[in-house]
C-alpha cells in the first residue's frame, strides 16, 4: 500500500501534467493557490489522478475535494 | 506550419486528451499567427454543452490542416436564443460556419416533429442572418437502452424517436448544412466508451474524456473540406499494400488477394474500400517498385480483384526513388503535394516520403492488411462536403488528360496540339443549377484562384443576381472528353477614377485540369465582350499571394492588364481598359475554342 508521502510524490506527476512544472504538491494545496486551477482544469486533473492510480471517482467525490490532502486520503481508502 | 503541428502531434497521437491541451497551450503563438501557409477560418460554437475543452483541440486539428481557427463560443446552453437572436457580437465575428454543439440531452422526443421544425428555423435563421454554413451534430440513441431490443420497435422510445428525428433531418437538410455524424462516430467508438455519465454529470462535456480529441478531430475534418482542404488523391504501393506477395516474385498467379484463403479476403477488401474512394471522387495513383508491363498484365488477368487498370489516375511504376515518383505523380495530375496521401507497407518508402516531401500524409500501415481500410479511414483525410457528378467521373477526367499529354508529346506545336483538342466550351451567368459546383469550385481551389477568396453558396447565388454585377460559369470539353465547370467569376460593381462604371473581379477560380489550354485567355475576352455591350469601362483585377497560387502571379499582367498598386502584403491590384484596342488585342489571341450556347438555354428555348 501506497504511503500518504508516496502518493503526494506520485500526484505530482499528475499536476504538471495539467498545469505545468511550476506547481509543487503539498498536502495543504488547493485551488486558491493556483491561479489555472479552474473548474475545467480540475476536471483535467481529475482524469489524470485516475489514470495515475487506476481509480474512478464518484461525481459526489469530486465535488467534495478542497484540497490535495482530502485528495490523498480519497486515494488511500480507493486503493486500500 | 501544417508541418511543424504534425510533427508535434505525431508524438501525443491519437487520444492523450490532456498531452494535446497542453499542446495547444504551447503552440498558441503558432495557432494565432496567420502565416503564408494558412489560411483563416471563422468558425463560432453555439454548446448545449461544454465547449471550452473541445475548441483548443478544434483549433489544434485545424491547424495541422493549415487553418488558423479564429473561435467565437456562445454562453453555454444558450443554443436557440443566439441562433434566433444573432447578437451583434456573433454579427461582427462574421462566421464562416456555425457549429451547434448539441446532442440527444438538449432535445425533447415527446414531439420529434416539433423537434425537426426546432433545428430547421435555427439553420434556416443562421443562414439567412449569417450567410454561413452550419454544421449540426446527428444525434445519438440514448445510452442505456431502456429495455434493450424492444426500444427500436417502441416508437414511444427515445431510441426510436431519435432515429426518426436524425432521418428527418438527414432528408430536409439544405446545402449549407452539414451534417456531423457524431451518432456514428460514437457507435464505431462503442457508446459505453463513448459516454461516460459520471464526468457528464460534474461537466457537461459533449463526450468522455479520452474521446474528446476524436470529437474534435471529426469536426476539423468536416470544417476542413468546407475549406477545401480535404486530400484529392491516394497514391499507393502495389505488392503487399494491394496483394500479398511480390508480384515480380510470387508471379501474377502467385500473389494472394481475393476469396479463399485469409490473407487474399483481407486484401480484397482493402481493395473494396479503394474503389468506393474512388467513387466518392478521390484519385488513387500507383507508386511502385515494379515492372509496368506485368503489373498491367496481372491487373488483366487477376479480374477477381476489385481495383482494375483504369481505376487509377496516373501511375509511376519504375525502379526511381519514391519520394521523386511522388513528386512527378503531383506534377503530372497538376495537384498540390498537400492533397496527396500516402499508403506503402514499407517503413523505409513511408519515412523517406515524409522526410523530402512532408507536406505530404504518410499512412503508417499495421501489418495486418485485415485493417488497412479502417487505418486509412481513420486519418479522416477525404471528408467530402458534398458528391457532385464531376466527383464522380473525375478519374476519367484525369486518365482523358493523361492521354492528353501523350497527344501533346506527339504534335509537338502547341498550337496545332491545341487546335488538335476541338474545344468547344460554354459561358452562363451562374444559376441555380451550377451554384452548387461554382461554390464547391471557389472552396476547393488552391493553385489557379487569384484571391482564394471563399464564399458559402449563398453569397454566390447574391452575386449572381447582382445586376450591376457579373458572374460566368465556364464549362469545357474536347475530344477526349468533358470536363464540366471548369472555371467561375464573380465580377462587382465598381468605379473607376473618374466615375464611371466598372467590374472589379472579386473571385476567379480555374480548376488546374484545363491548364495551359488558353482558357484564361478565353474567360477574359468574354468578361471584355460582356463589359463592352454593358457599358463597363474597367475590370480591375487583384492577385493576393499564398503558398499555393503562384502560378497566377503573372495572370493579369498575361493578359493585357496594368498593375496600378502593390500592398504591402504583397497584393498587386490591375486595371484593364474595356475599348477597341483591348478587344481587338484578345481576339487576335484568341485561344481555338469554339463557343456553344449552353444545353440548359436551348432547353429553355424548346
Given amino acids: ?80 | 506550419m501544417i508541418a511543424e503541428v504534425q510533427a508535434l502531434l505525431h508524438g501525443v497521437w491519437p487520444n492523450d486528451t490532456n498531452a494535446l491541451l497542453a499542446l495547444h497551450a504551447r503552440l498558441r503563438r503558432l495557432t494565432n499567427a496567420p502565416s503564408a501557409s494558412t489560411s483563416v477560418v471563422r468558425v463560432a460554437v453555439l454548446g448545449g454543452y461544454t465547449t471550452t475543452l473541445l475548441t483548443p483541440l478544434l483549433q489544434l486539428f485545424l491547424a495541422r490542416l493549415g487553418l488558423t481557427a479564429e473561435l467565437w463560443q456562445g454562453d453555454y446552453g444558450l443554443v436557440d436564443q443566439i441562433a434566433l437572436e444573432c447578437p451583434p457580437a456573433l454579427v461582427d465575428f462574421n462566421p464562416h460556419i456555425v457549429f451547434l454543439c448539441v446532442g440527444t440531452e438538449h432535445l425533447d422526443l415527446d414531439s420529434v416533429d416539433r423537434e425537426a421544425t426546432r433545428w430547421q428555423a435555427l439553420w434556416q435563421h443562421l443562414h439567412s442572418r449569417l450567410a454561413c454554413d452550419v454544421i449540426l451534430n446527428t444525434f445519438e440513441p440514448p445510452h442505456p437502452r431502456v429495455c434493450g431490443s424492444f426500444d427500436v420497435r417502441d416508437r414511444s422510445s427515445a431510441t426510436a424517436a431519435v432515429r426518426r428525428l436524425n432521418d428527418t433531418l438527414i432528408q430536409q437538410a439544405p446545402t449549407y448544412v452539414y451534417l456531423h455524424d457524431v451518432e456514428g462516430l460514437a457507435a464505431s467508438w462503442g457508446r459505453s466508451r463513448w459516454r461516460d455519465n459520471t464526468l457528464y454529470d460534474l461537466t457537461k462535456l459533449p463526450c468522455a474524456f479520452d474521446v474528446l480529441p476524436e470529437y474534435a478531430r471529426s469536426v476539423a475534418a468536416v470544417i476542413g473540406a468546407l475549406r477545401g482542404r480535404s486530400k484529392r488523391c491516394l497514391i499507393l504501393d502495389l505488392d503487399n499494400t494491394l496483394w500479398g506477395g511480390v508480384v515480380g516474385d510470387d508471379g501474377i498467379a502467385g500473389v494472394r488477394v481475393g476469396q479463399g484463403h485469409g490473407e487474399g479476403e483481407a486484401f480484397a477488401r482493402f481493395q473494396r474500400y479503394l474503389k468506393q474512394l474512388k467513387q466518392r471522387g478521390v484519385l488513387l495513383a500507383l507508386c511502385s517498385k515494379n515492372d509496368e508491363s506485368l503489373v498491367r498484365r496481372c491487373f488483366a488477368e487477376r479480374t477477381e480483384m476489385p481495383l482494375a487498370w483504369d481505376d487509377f489516375a496516373a501511375v509511376a511504376i519504375n525502379w526511381q526513388p519514391k519520394h521523386q515518383n511522388v513528386a512527378q505523380l503531383a506534377r503530372r495530375l497538376s495537384l498540390g503535394l498537400d492533397t496527396f496521401v500516402f499508403v506503402d507497407d514499407n517503413p523505409a518508402e513511408r519515412e523517406i516520403v515524409r522526410q523530402y516531401l512532408p507536406l505530404v500524409e504518410v499512412v503508417d500501415l499495421p501489418a495486418d492488411p485485415s485493417v488497412f481500410a479502417e487505418t486509412v479511414a481513420a486519418g479522416l483525410w477525404f471528408e467530402a462536403a458534398s458528391v457532385t457528378d464531376e466527383d464522380r467521373d473525375r478519374t476519367e477526367q484525369y486518365r482523358a488528360n493523361t492521354e492528353r499529354d501523350a497527344a501533346e508529346e506527339s504534335v509537338g506545336d502547341y498550337g496545332a496540339f491545341l487546335d488538335s483538342l476541338n474545344m468547344v466550351a460554354t459561358v452562363r451567368p451562374v444559376d441555380a443549377a451550377t451554384a452548387p459546383r461554382v461554390t464547391q469550385l471557389i472552396n476547393k481551389t488552391n493553385q489557379f484562384n487569384v484571391t482564394t477568396r471563399r464564399h458559402p453558396q449563398a453569397h454566390v447565388e447574391r452575386a449572381a443576381a447582382d445586376v450591376d454585377g457579373v458572374t460566368l460559369g465556364v464549362t469545357l470539353s474536347d475530344r477526349f472528353g468533358d470536363h464540366g465547370l471548369i472555371s467561375a467569376v464573380i465580377g462587382v460593381p465598381a468605379t473607376t477614377a473618374d466615375g464611371h462604371p466598372a467590374w472589379a473581379i472579386d473571385t476567379w477560380v480555374m480548376s488546374c485540369r484545363v491548364l495551359k489550354r488558353g482558357v484564361e485567355q478565353f474567360v477574359c475576352g468574354e468578361l471584355l465582350r460582356q463589359a463592352s455591350e454593358r457599358g463597363i469601362r474597367e475590370l480591375h483585377g487583384s492577385y493576393v499571394p499564398t503558398d499555393r497560387n503562384s502560378i497566377v502571379a503573372t495572370l493579369f499582367s498575361e493578359l493585357g492588364f496594368s498593375q496600378v498598386a502593390a500592398d504591402p502584403d504583397g497584393t498587386t491590384r490591375w486595371r484593364l481598359v474595356v475599348n477597341a484596342d483591348a478587344m481587338t488585342r484578345h481576339e487576335q489571341q484568341a485561344p481555338p475554342i469554339t463557343v456553344v450556347p449552353s444545353g440548359r438555354k436551348e432547353t429553355e428555348q424548346c
Fill in chain 1, 1 to 80: 500500500m501506497l504511503t500518504r508521502d508516496a502518493i503526494v510524490a506520485k500526484l505530482q506527476t499528475a499536476f504538471t501534467s495539467v498545469f505545468g512544472a511550476d506547481v509543487i504538491v503539498s498536502e495543504q494545496l488547493s485551488a486558491n493557490d493556483v491561479a489555472e486551477w479552474d473548474s475545467l482544469n480540475h476536471i483535467r486533473l481529475i482524469v489524470a489522478v485516475q489514470k495515475a492510480f487506476g481509480v474512478r471517482f464518484t461525481a459526489a467525490e469530486v465535488g467534495s475535494l478542497k484540497t490535495v490532502g482530502e485528495l490523498t486520503t480519497l486515494i488511500e481508502r480507493k486503493t486500500a
